[in-house]
C-alpha cells in the first residue's frame, strides 16, 4: 500500500529530489563530469571507460577511498586497447589496497571481451542492459547506473544507498534482499524518464549524504512529506535487518621463509576465487588438532615441496572478509632442503625483502610486509641474512 502512494506520488518526488539535488549535490565526481569540468546537459554521453572503471571499484569501495585509484588508473589505462593490452601484474598491482581484486581481473577480461566484439573503428560501447550484463562482473545496478551517467539512458539502478532510501520511503517490512522484486519495480517507476542520468545521481546522493545508514538527516530530506519511515516516527528501524550470523572462522599458518641470501618466498595464487592471481606468503589453514608451527611446516612441504624450520612468531592478523573471518599466525621460517616448486599456486620466487614492494598482495599481508621489515631492521646482521 505505501509501494503504490508513494509511486502515485512520483513526478512530485521527482522535482523535489532533482530541486534539493542542483544545490545539494555531490557534483565534484571527476566522471560525472565532462573534460572541462562541467556538468553534461541532458542526453550528452560521458566517457563510458572512467564511468564503467568508477562504477566497478564502487561496487566494495566507498567512494573517497575509490577516487585516488581511479585516477591513477585512468592516467595509467586511459583506452580500452591500453587496458586490454596491458599485463595483468600491473592492473593487479594498480588496484592494490582495493580488495575484491577480481575486479581488476574483470576489467581487463571485459576490455578485451568488448574490443573482440566491435568492428574496427566502431564504438565498442553498448547501450543495452543485455550489453552490458554480458560482461564479466557487471549486475543489473551497475548496468543501468554506466548506461544512465555515461549515457543518459532511462534504467534503474539499485545500489545499497538506493536500497536504503526507498526501503524507507515506503516502510518496507522485509529485509532488502527478500523484497529485490518490488524495490527494482518501485526504482523504475521513480525514474524519471526525461532526466535518468540526474535522478539516479540525485538518488544516490541522497542516500550517501542525507539517508545514511545511521543518523539520518531527515529535517533537510525532500521526501520527507512523502516518507512513511519518517512519519512512522522510527526511520532507523528501515531497512529490517537480516537476523545476524556468525562467520566461520580459520586459523591459518603462515610461513616467511628466507634462504641464506636473505631472500623470502612468495607465491602467487591460482587465478580462481576473491584473491586470484595476487602474491602472497606460503601457508594454509590450520587442521583440528595440530599446532600452528606443523601447519606450516606441513603445508609448505605440501604445497611448495620444500622443508623449513619453523622459527619465532612474527605477527598474528586478524582480517574479516564478507563470508568468513580469518586468523593468520605469521612464523619466520629457514629453508632447509627442496626445490620450491608451485604445485598449489601459478608460481613462486625468491625475492629480496624490498622488492615485496613491486608485487600485488591481498590487504591482510600489508600488515606481515611491515612486521618483517621492521624484524629485519632490528637484525644485527641487518636487512638480508639469516
Ligand atoms: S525522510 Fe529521512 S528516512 Fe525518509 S527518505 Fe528522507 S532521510 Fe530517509
Known amino acids: ?52 572503471i568508477a562504477e566497478v571499484m564502487l561496487q566494495q569501495t566507498q567512494l573517497q577511498v575509490a577516487l585516488p585509484y581511479w585516477r591513477r588508473w585512468m592516467e595509467r589505462f586511459p583506452s580500452l586497447e591500453a587496458l586490454a593490452a596491458a599485463e595483468e601484474h600491473d592492473v593487479l598491482l594498480l588496484w592494490q589496497g582495493l580488495g575484491y581484486y577480481v575486479r581488476a581481473r574483470r576489467l581487463q577480461r571485459g576490455a578485451r571481451q568488448l574490443l573482440a566484439a566491435a568492428a574496427p573503428g566502431a564504438d565498442p560501447w553498448p547501450r543495452t542492459l543485455e550489453g552490458w550484463l554480458a560482461l564479466p562482473g557487471i549486475g543489473r545496478s551497475t548496468a543501468g547506473s554506466i548506461l544512465s551517467s555515461a549515457f543518459d539512458l532511462p534504467f534503474a539502478i539499485l545500489d545499497g544507498n538506493v536500497k536504503r532510501v526507498l526501503a524507507r520511503l515506503t516502510a518496507s517490512p522485509r529485509p532488502p534482499a527478500r523484497e529485490l522484486p518490488g524495490l527494482w519495480r518501485l526504482s523504475e517507476q521513480l ?14 546522493d541522497l542516500g550517501a549524504t ?9 529535517g533537510v530530506c525532500p521526501w520527507q512529506g512523502h516518507c512513511v519511515a519518517y512519519a512512522a516516527g522510527d526511520p532507523a528501524a528501515y531497512p529490517v535487518k537480516e537476523a545476524p550470523r556468525e562467520l566461520p572462522f580459520q586459523a591459518i599458518g603462515v610461513g616467511v621463509v628466507r634462504n641464506a641470501a636473505g631472500e623470502v618466498l612468495i607465491d602467487q595464487r591460482l587465478n580462481e576465487g576473491l584473491l586470484g592471481g595476487l602474491w602472497e606468503f606460503p601457508g594454509g589453514k590450520q587442521e583440528p588438532g595440530e599446532e600452528i608451527p606443523a601447519t606450516i611446516a606441513r603445508e609448505l612441504r605440501e604445497e611448495l615441496a620444500i622443508a623449513v624450520e619453523v622459527g619465532e612468531e612474527l605477527i598474528t592478523v586478524d582480517h574479516a572478509y564478507s563470508h568468513k573471518k580469518l586468523r593468520f599466525v605469521v612464523h619466520l621460517c629457514t629453508w632447509r ?12 620466487r625468491w625475492v629480496r625483502p624490498e622488492q615485496l614492494g613491486d608485487f600485488p598482495f591481498p590487504a591482510a599481508n600489508a600488515r606481515i610486509i611491515a612486521a618483517l621489515l621492521a624484524h629485519l631492521q632490528t637484525e644485527p646482521q641487518g636487512l638480508t641474512r639469516v
Open 1 to 52: 500500500m505505501a509501494r503504490l502512494v508513494v509511486v502515485e506520488n512520483a513526478p512530485a518526488l521527482r522535482d523535489a529530489l532533482l530541486i534539493w539535488w542542483r544545490g545539494n549535490g555531490r557534483h565534484a565526481i571527476p566522471w560525472k563530469l565532462r573534460p572541462d569540468g562541467e556538468r553534461p546537459a541532458d542526453g550528452e554521453p560521458l566517457c563510458a571507460l572512467s564511468t564503467w
Open 191 to 204: 525514474l524519471d524518464p526525461q532526466r535518468p542520468r540526474a535522478f539516479n545521481q540525485a538518488l544516490m
Open 210 to 218: 542525507v539517508c545514511t545508514p545511521r543518523n539520518s538527516s531527515c
Open 337 to 348: 632442503s627442496g626445490e620450491p616448486q608451485p604445485l598449489a599456486s601459478q608460481q613462486v
